[in-house]
DNA sequence: TGCCATACGTA
DNA sequence: CGTACGTATGGCAC
C-alpha cells in the first residue's frame, strides 16, 4: 500500500497508475447521504498489483489540490466500482468527472448470474461470492463504537463520521476495498469470457430465430455505458412540490383520523387496522373464516355480511399508505433545494429492469387525475416541461413478434390497439365478445401462465369458461405456444435461457413456467437499456434531461429550445430495437405542471 | 434489533 | 403456479 498525502509527489504516481489499462476506485466518505452533505475524504485505487490511498483528511492533502486527480480519471482505459453512482456523485460534488469506461461490479455480476438476490448487492457479498473472501473491517467498527464519534444527519439520525477514524486505522480497510473490486472485476471478466466462449463452442441454447446472437460481453458492453446515464438521472432528480405534499398530508391525515375514531369506537383502542392477525380474529369472532385480508377480500366480505366496520379499515389503511410511503416518504428524502434523487438500480432485478428506490418512483399509484393525485408530488419548477415516452404495449408485441404469432400483429399494423386486435383474433376464434380490459386479463395472464382458477376470478366467470378460453387462446396462436414450449424446453435441458441480446436467465426446472415472462421481460429490459442510452445521446450537451425510467416509460425534462427533440427521442426509443414484423410504437404524454395532469400530445 | 410474512402500489 | 420489484407494518425470535 502506498500511502499518498505529499502533492509534491502527487504527479510522478498518477503517471505511475495511467500506465495501467483497468483499475479499481473507491472514495471513503464522512458516512452521511449523498445530495445531504456526505463528502469525500480520501480515495483509494487499486491497479490489482499496488493499491494507493490518496488522503485528502486532515493531516493530508489539500481538497483544493483534488482536482489534479482528474488526470488520473482521464488516462486510463477503464474503472472499476462497487456501487459506481455512489462513488461517481461523491466525485461529482468535488468538480471530479468519471471519464473513463465506468465498470460497476454489482451490474456485471448480474449479468454473470442472474441468481443473485433481488436488491443491493454489498461488497462484502460480492468478494465473499466471487473471491470467498470477506471485506468487513471490524476494527474500524469497534473504533467508531468505542470513541463514540457519530454525528447527525439531514434527518437528525446519527450516523458513524468514518472521516473521524485515524488513517493508519481507515487507509488499510479502504485499500483492501478497491483490491477487493479490482479481483471481483477481474473475476466477473473472466467468468464472462469463459462462459461466452463455451456458448459459441455449442450452439445450443438459442431461441427460436432471434435476429441476433449476443454474448454477455455484449450485456457487459450495454450495462457499461448505462452507467453513467443512470448517474445523470440521479444528479438531475425529480422536483418535488412542498406546498402540495403538506397538504395531501393534511387531506389524508384528516381521512385517516375519521376512519381511526370509528374503529375505535367499535373494536376499541388497542385494534390495529394494519394487522392481519387482529384483523382475520375479528373475522372470526362474527364466524367469518378468510385466507387473507386484502382490500378485495374485505371489500366482498363488508358487501355480503353488511359489516361497514370494512370499510374503516380499509379506508384508514388506504389513507395511512398514501401519507407513510408515498407523502412522507417524499420529504424524507427530498433536498433543500426540493428535490428528490431516487436511486436507479441497475442490477437489482432477476430479468435485467432497472428498479427505482429511496425512494421507488416506480410504483406511484396511477389515479384518474384529481387535486389530491399522489403523482401531484411532482412537478417542473421552472419553464421546462414533463415529457413521458411510453413503449406501446410493448411485451405484448415483443412476444408475439419473436414468436411469429402474426394474426393480432398485423390487425395491430393496420392501426388497432393491441388489446382490442386481441379481443377481435378471440372473437373470430370462439365468437365470445370480449372488453378491452377482458382481452388485457386474458393475453396477459395466459402469456405468462395464470391457471384457470385465477384467470376466472379476473373475468367473472366460471373455472370452465376460463379454461375453454385458456385452450381457445393458445389454439389460435400456435406460434406462441411454440416459442413458450421451446423456452420451457431450454429450461429444463439446460437451465437458463438466452435472449437475443445475450442476457442469460437461470431458473430451475421447477421454475420453468417463468420461463417466458423472463425471456419477455429480459428482452425488453434490455431495449429499454438500449433506449435510455440513445435518448442520452440526443440529449448530449443539452439542458433538457432524461429523469426516470419506469420499465416501458421514460420520463423527460425538455425546456422550450429543447421541444424539437422530443420527435428524435421518440424515434431513439424507436430505433433501439427493430422487431421482425412491425416496429415499436411510442406514445407521447406531456404535462406544463404536475405528473398527474400529464396529457396527451397528439389526439 | 433483526428477520419474516403480509399488504399494496407500479410495469 | 402471471412475474418483476420496494416500502411500511406487525409480530416474533434474539
Given at each position: 500500500m502506498i500511502l499518498v498525502k505529499d502533492r509534491a509527489k502527487l504527479d510522478n504516481i498518477i503517471d505511475e497508475i495511467i500506465q495501467y489499462d483497468r483499475i479499481s476506485l473507491d472514495t471513503e466518505t464522512t458516512g452521511l447521504y449523498p445530495f445531504h452533505g456526505d463528502r469525500l475524504f480520501s480515495i483509494a485505487v487499486s491497479t490489482g498489483r499496488q493499491d494507493y490511498y490518496f488522503d485528502f483528511n486532515i493531516g493530508g492533502m489539500p481538497k483544493s489540490v483534488l482536482p489534479k486527480m482528474q488526470r488520473l480519471l482521464d488516462n486510463v482505459k477503464y474503472v472499476y466500482f462497487c456501487n459506481a453512482k455512489f462513488d461517481m456523485s461523491m466525485l461529482h460534488v468535488d468538480g471530479l468527472k468519471t471519464i473513463p469506461q465506468v465498470l460497476d461490479a454489482p451490474s456485471m455480476a448480474r449479468v454473470e448470474n442472474?441468481?443473485?438476490?433481488?436488491g443491493y448487492m454489498s461488497l462484502d457479498y460480492l468478494a465473499k461470492h466471487y473471491l470467498k473472501s470477506g471485506s468487513k473491517d471490524l476494527n474500524v467498527k469497534k473504533y467508531i463504537r468505542d470513541n463514540k464519534i457519530y454525528g447527525k444527519d439531514h434527518t437528525g439520525k446519527l450516523k458513524p463520521l468514518y472521516d473521524r477514524v485515524p488513517t493508519s486505522m481507515i487507509a488499510p480497510y479502504a485499500c483492501l476495498d478497491a483490491r477487493l473490486t479490482f479481483d471481483i472485476g477481474e473475476t466477473i471478466i473472466k467468468l464472462i469470457n469463459e462462459k461466452d466462449k463455451r456458448n459459441r463452442a455449442s450452439k445450443r441454447n438459442r431461441a427460436s430465430k432471434p435476429k441476433g446472437y449476443g454474448s454477455l460481453m455484449d450485456i457487459i458492453k450495454s450495462e457499461a455505458r448505462l452507467t453513467k446515464v443512470l448517474f445523470d438521472m440521479k444528479v438531475e432528480g425529480f422536483a418535488i412540490d412542498r406546498e402540495y405534499i403538506a397538504k395531501g398530508i393534511l387531506h389524508e391525515t384528516y381521512k385517516r383520523d375519521n376512519h381511526e375514531e370509528e374503529i375505535k369506537k367499535q373494536l376499541g383502542d388497542a385494534f390495529k387496522p394494519n394487522s392481519p392477525k387482529q384483523v382475520k380474529e375479528f373475522l372470526a369472532s362474527k364466524d367469518i373464516i378468510v385466507e387473507d385480508t386484502e382490500a378485495k377480500t374485505l371489500v366482498k366480505i363488508a358487501a355480503s355480511h353488511n359489516l361497514d366496520i370494512l370499510e374503516h379499515i380499509i379506508g384508514y389503511k388506504q389513507a395511512n399508505k398514501k401519507i407513510s410511503t408515498y407523502y412522507e416518504g417524499y420529504i424524507k428524502l427530498a433536498t433543500t433545494g426540493d428535490i428528490v434523487h431516487c436511486e436507479v438500480n441497475q442490477e437489482a432485478c432477476s430479468t435485467g429492469r432497472c428498479s427505482s428506490s429511496s425512494p421507488n418512483l416506480q410504483n406511484l399509484p396511477k389515479e384518474p387525475y384529481h387535486d389530491y393525485a399522489v403523482r401531484n408530488s411532482f412537478i417542473t419548477n421552472d419553464d421546462a416541461r414533463l415529457y413521458f415516452l411510453d413503449y406501446k404495449s410493448q411485451e405484448m408485441i415483443y412476444m408475439l413478434d419473436q414468436a411469429g404469432e402474426l394474426s393480432v400483429i398485423d390487425k395491430v399494423k393496420s392501426g388497432l390497439d393491441f388489446y382490442t386486435a386481441t379481443a377481435e383474433v378471440i372473437y373470430e376464434l370462439m365468437k365470445v365478445k370480449l372488453d378491452r380490459k377482458q382481452s388485457k386479463a386474458i393475453s396477459l395472464g395466459l402469456a405468462y401462465g395464470q391457471g384457470a382458477d385465477l384467470l376466472a376470478s379476473n373475468l367473472g366467470c366460471t373455472r370452465e369458461e376460463a379454461l375453454n378460453f385458456k385452450n381457445v387462446y393458445f389454439k389460435g396462436l400456435p406460434k406462441l405456444k411454440q416459442l413458450q414450449d421451446y423456452l420451457i424446453e431450454q429450461v429444463k435441458t439446460y437451465g437458463k435461457i438466452h435472449n437475443p441480446f445475450g442476457r442469460v436467465t437461470y431458473l430451475t426446472a421447477e421454475e420453468s413456467y417463468k420461463a417466458l415472462n423472463a425471456y419477455v421481460q429480459g428482452s425488453c429490459a434490455d431495449i429499454m437499456k438500449r433506449a435510455l442510452y440513445l435518448c442520452s445521446e440526443v440529449l448530449r450537451g443539452k439542458k433538457s434531461k432524461i429523469i426516470l425510467t419506469v420499465h416501458d416509460e421514460i420520463i423527460f425534462k425538455i425546456y422550450p429550445e429543447d421541444e424539437y427533440l422530443v420527435e428524435y427521442l421518440r424515434d431513439a426509443m424507436i430505433s433501439a430495437y427493430r422487431c421482425n414484423y412491425i416496429n415499436l410504437e411510442v406514445d407521447i404524454e406531456v404535462s406544463k405542471t404536475s405528473w398527474a395532469r400529464k396529457v396527451k400530445l397528439h389526439g
Open positions: 442472474s441468481r443473485h438476490k433481488s
